[in-house]
């Protein structure tokens, strides 16, 4: 029996069926329900302490195409956790205001060298974890503080005001330069009159 020959695909659908493969592939690729992370945020005020003791807060899910998406999002929820990041040079603490771009200054994902991951690394991470839960560590003042003796000498120079008025209160001009050191990073909720008086806890909360 003679074998019909079997029909060729025209270029034309070829280029059609490519086009739909790519495009279903950037799709999947961009959709923001690609990776999910669930995170068990800890607060903790020196690198040292240890999770148990630190503050636990509520799992939580977030979904992105990319882990990139996924940092932004526990930056914006969790970033306001972070009370300022020191820094110290030269043997002097300092205080600076923490940003995305160094979170891991200020932030830790509980796994082994999290920090020599590229962003695919990071995604394909994201794959394999699937469904579990990561601990999420924030620093109350950064990674640098490593024990209780850091957070003390830091407090000291950074932050415990270091003069105060007849009545014992903290004098006015101090208390500006504390505030001023930390006002940027709470700039969208900042809240403070003009008088020292109208400083309420929002404003440098547990100092």
Request: with cysteine; charged share 20%; glycine share 6%.
């Amino acid at each position: 029996m003679q074998a019909h020959p079997t029909p060729s695909t025209s270029p034309v659908v070829q280029a059609q069926s490519a086009q739909r493969t790519d495009t279903e592939a950037l799709a999947a690729a961009t959709d923001p329900r690609r990776h999910q992370l669930i995170v068990r945020p800890i607060v903790k005020t020196t690198f040292s302490q240890r999770e148990q003791s630190g503050k636990q807060l509520d799992d939580v899910a977030l979904n992105g195409s990319t882990f990139k998406d996924i940092l932004k999002k526990i930056w914006e929820r969790f970033s306001p956790r972070v009370k300022g990041q020191a820094v110290k040079r030269d043997g002097a603490w300092a205080v600076e205001v923490p940003t995305i771009e160094a979170w891991s200054k200020v932030m830790q994902i509980d796994i082994l060298f999290y920090y020599t991951k590229t962003n695919l690394a990071w995604d394909r991470w994201l794959t394999s974890t699937q469904g579990e839960t990561v601990l999420l560590l924030v620093y109350e003042f950064g990674v640098a503080i490593g024990k209780d003796s850091d957070l003390k000498e830091f407090k000291n120079a950074c932050i415990t005001p270091t003069s105060t008025d007849r009545s014992g209160a903290t004098a006015e001009l101090c208390l500006q330069d504390v505030v001023s050191r930390l006002q940027a990073h709470w700039e969208s909720t900042f809240q403070c009159s003009a008088a020292v008086g109208g400083c309420g806890e929002t404003t440098l909360p547990g100092i």
